[in-house]
C-alpha cells in the first residue's frame, strides 16, 4: 500500500485529498491545524517544522510521497499580514523540503501552488511558461515556494511537480467567493453588494476534480519539477457565477457591483490544460452541477 503524508490534511482540499486517498487505500498522515474528518494513520497538529516532522516519521515511516498543500490560503489573508503568509507558504516549505532532503529524499513531492503567481492573464489562457507577474504577496508568496522546489530539484536531486491550482471551490469550503456571496444572500434584505466589476474572469475547478488532478500527477515528480495548470480551460464571468448561486439558492435579491477593483484582484485569471489534457485528464463535474452541489451543502451547513 503507498504511504502518503498531505501538509494542510484538515484543510479544504486536504480534507477531500485525504478521503480520497485512504479510499484507495492507501496509507495516509498528516500535519497541519484543525482535526481531518478522514481516518488518518497518523496526525500531527501543528506546524510544519523539523521536530514535528521527525516525530510523525517516528509514528508512521518516511512517506513515500508528500501532498504539500499547507500554506496561506487568501489574497486579502496575505494583504493584511503579509509577514505571516511568508512564513505560512515559504518558510514551512523550506522546512518540509529540507527535512525531505535529509530524511526522505526518495519521497515524491506533489505541490499545491495557485495561479496567483500569473498575475493578470488579459482574458488570455495562460500557458505554464507564461512569465510570472504576481500582484499580491500571495501569489508572490507561492512563486518562492516553486523557486524552492526548483532548488531542491537542481541542486539535491528531491523529485517535485507543481500544480498551480485555479479558483477550487466545492462542498466544505468556508471562506472566499461562494461562501461570502451565500451568507450575504442568505441574509435579510433585497440586495447584494460585491466589490468588483462582475465581469472578472475566473477558471473554476471542483474540488473533486483539484483531488483528481493532484493524484494524477504523482508520477510525474521529478528533479527537473514540472509545472502543471489546474483549472478547467474556462473563463467564467463573477457575475454569472454569482447568478447561478444565487439560483440554486432559490434567491431573487438584486446583484450590485461597486465597480471599485479590489487590491489584488485581476482582471482575468484563466488556465490553458492541454498539458493536464494530454495526460488524459478532464474535469467531471460542470459548473452548474457543482454550484448546486455547494449551494445543498451551504443549506444544510446552516440547518445543523
Known amino acids: 500500500m503507498p504511504q502518503a503524508w498531505i501538509t494542510g490534511a484538515a484543510g479544504f482540499i486536504g480534507q477531500h485529498l485525504a478521503r480520497s486517498l485512504c479510499a484507495q487505500g492507501w496509507v495516509v498522515c498528516g500535519i497541519g491545524h484543525g482535526r481531518p474528518r478522514a481516518a488518518l494513520a497518523g496526525w500531527k497538529s501543528t506546524d510544519i517544522s523539523s521536530e514535528a516532522l521527525g516525530q510523525l516519521a517516528a509514528e508512521c515511516g518516511t512517506p513515500q510521497f508528500v501532498f504539500h498543500l499547507a500554506g496561506g490560503s487568501t489574497v486579502s489573508a496575505s494583504l493584511q499580514a503579509p509577514l505571516e503568509d511568508f512564513r505560512r507558504t515559504v518558510y514551512s516549505s523550506a522546512v518540509l523540503l529540507e527535512w525531505l532532503r535529509q530524511h526522505a529524499h526518495d ?64 462542498e466544505g469550503l468556508r471562506k472566499q467567493l461562494l461562501w461570502d456571496c451565500s451568507v450575504k444572500l442568505a441574509a435579510p434584505g433585497e440586495r447584494l453588494q460585491l466589490g468588483g466589476s462582475g465581469a472578472e474572469l475566473r477558471d473554476w475547478v471542483h474540488v473533486d476534480d483539484a483531488v483528481a488532478m493532484l493524484e494524477r500527477i504523482v508520477e510525474l515528480a521529478s528533479p527537473e519539477c514540472p509545472v502543471l495548470n489546474g483549472g478547467s480551460g474556462t473563463g467564467v464571468r463573477v457575475e454569472e457565477l454569482v447568478s447561478l448561486l444565487a439560483r440554486a439558492l432559490q434567491c431573487s435579491k438584486r446583484i450590485e457591483f461597486s465597480h471599485v477593483r479590489r487590491p489584488g484582484d485581476p482582471a482575468a485569471l484563466v488556465a490553458d490544460v492541454r498539458r493536464l489534457q494530454e495526460l488524459g485528464h478532464r474535469c467531471r463535474v460542470a459548473l452548474e452541477e457543482g454550484v448546486q452541489r455547494y449551494a445543498t451543502w451551504f443549506r444544510q451547513s446552516r440547518d445543523g
Open 107 to 170: 519521497a515524491r513531492v506533489i505541490v499545491a501552488s495557485s495561479a496567483a503567481v500569473y498575475g493578470d492573464t488579459q482574458g488570455v489562457a495562460a500557458q505554464e511558461s507564461r512569465p510570472p507577474a504576481p500582484v499580491s504577496p500571495y501569489g508572490h508568496h507561492k512563486l518562492m515556494m516553486e523557486q524552492l522546489c526548483r532548488e531542491y530539484g537542481q541542486v539535491f536531486g528531491l523529485r517535485t511537480a507543481i500544480l498551480r491550482l485555479f479558483s477550487v471551490y466545492g
